[in-house]
């Protein structure tokens, strides 16, 4: 080997080197996120009453996912394909671990008591169930056969049990979203598609009649005509549209809602948070808001399409149209569309472990954009 050829390669073995030691980040995606989270701030301020004490823990949740993120995104997604399983197992236990043991409040059971904070693993389930089907259908052929979509919806379905009982029916139901869709963009056949439907159509009056509990079937009832129980039931729909409305396109200003500033919106700085965004932002700002979130997901389809592994590209679009399901569900709970339940607003409703699973998913996400430069850029 001559000399030349030899400095050569080890300057090329020096730049690889120094390659992995780059932190590999979407500084694309990363402005879109943290976007979203500085509008959260600014709304949980509002939202409760300028406390200082929900802004902090909320910046200290945002710094430790964002810290968890940037770790993740520097693993190989051969790694989270790998430890899927794994996850999904922790997260079953601690399902079960809150069924046992865990802290009870407003007559439900959600939440693991760690000393110096709460965990809530339903939390952790939408994001584990869509990494879990996603591994399970890339090892199989696609699209999937019988077997392999009966033991999916039978991987779904065991937490989504398990949150049932807790009880929280809205999260069972955006976990059940999140594996279907999912097994959706696998390719499942029509034939498929229509018979879930039929059945899911089938399954209403058992659910009605033997899952709901009677405060659950009165939410339901409560969204078709809230003026009935003003006082009771119709409060939090009623209060939450009359922000909404009240809000007009430009707004009252910042922290000047009279709905969220005189305690009239419950829940305005988790499940409601919308409901002040608009007051006091209007309509233009709720717009504003969900362009962010429309490039966010389409960053997301961007990376799927992008992605050479079957896995990267199932996992990938998973995340993006899961988010958007969120934020829809979100959205029509708020303005009445649909019945109250537990769906906080992604990156803008406080919470640690929805705000921290929520940037370990896009940590994930990254980790399958990296993949895809490197492939790229190595041919």
């Avoid at 976007?35 to 004490?53: E, R």
């Avoid at 949740?61 to 997604?77: E, W």
């Avoid at 939410?219 to 209060?239: H, S």
């Avoid at 992008?306 to 303005?335: K, Q, Y």
Wanted: hydrophobic fraction near 50%; glycine fraction near 8%.
């Amino acid at each position: 080997m001559h000399e030349s050829d030899f400095v050569r390669r080890i300057q090329s073995l020096g730049d690889r080197s120094d390659e992995k030691n780059v932190l590999e980040l979407d500084y694309f995606l990363i402005a879109i996120l943290l976007s979203l989270c500085s509008v959260g701030i600014l709304i949980i301020y509002s939202a409760t009453g300028q406390d200082t004490f929900f802004v902090k823990r909320q910046l200290l949740f945002i710094a430790f996912g964002f810290t968890l993120m940037c770790i993740m995104a520097n693993l190989s997604p051969r790694v989270w394909d790998r430890w899927a399983l794994f996850l999904y197992a922790i997260g079953i236990v601690s399902l079960g671990m809150v069924l046992a043991f865990g802290v009870e409040a407003n007559g439900a059971k959600r939440w693991l008591n760690l000393g110096f904070t709460r965990l809530q693993p339903s939390e952790l389930m939408k994001v584990a169930v869509p990494l879990m089907i996603s591994s399970y259908i890339s090892k199989s052929s696609v699209p999937p056969t019988f077997k392999t979509i009966l033991v999916s919806i039978m991987l779904i379905l065991l937490p989504v049990l398990l949150v049932i009982n807790q009880p929280d029916l809205g999260t069972a139901l955006l976990i059940f979203i999140s594996g279907l869709i999912v097994l959706f963009l696998s390719g499942i056949g029509r034939s498929y598609i229509i018979s879930g439907f039929i059945l899911a159509l089938a399954a209403i009056p058992s659910l009605w009649l033997f899952v709901m509990r009677d405060y659950q079937k009165q939410r339901v009832l409560t969204m078709f005509n809230p003026e009935q129980d003003k006082l009771g039931a119709g409060w939090n729909i009623i209060q939450s549209t009359t922000a909404i409305g009240s809000g007009g396109w430009y707004g009252k200003g910042w922290m000047n809602g009279t709905q969220s500033q005189l305690n009239f919106l419950p829940e305005s700085h988790t499940d409601f948070i919308i409901a002040v965004l608009a007051e006091e932002f209007g309509l233009v700002g709720v717009m504003v808001l969900n362009c962010l979130y429309l490039i966010l997901v389409g960053r997301c389809i961007s990376i799927s399409m992008n992605s050479e592994s079957m896995f990267g590209r199932l996992l990938a679009a998973s995340i993006g149209l899961t988010l958007f399901v969120f934020v829809l569900v979100n959205l029509a709970m708020v303005s009445g569309v649909l019945p109250v339940v537990g769906a906080p607003l992604p990156f803008i409703s406080y919470g640690g472990t929805a705000i921290v699973t929520l940037f370990g998913g896009f940590g994930i996400l990254m980790c399958i954009s990296n993949e895809s430069k490197t492939n790229r850029s190595s041919n």
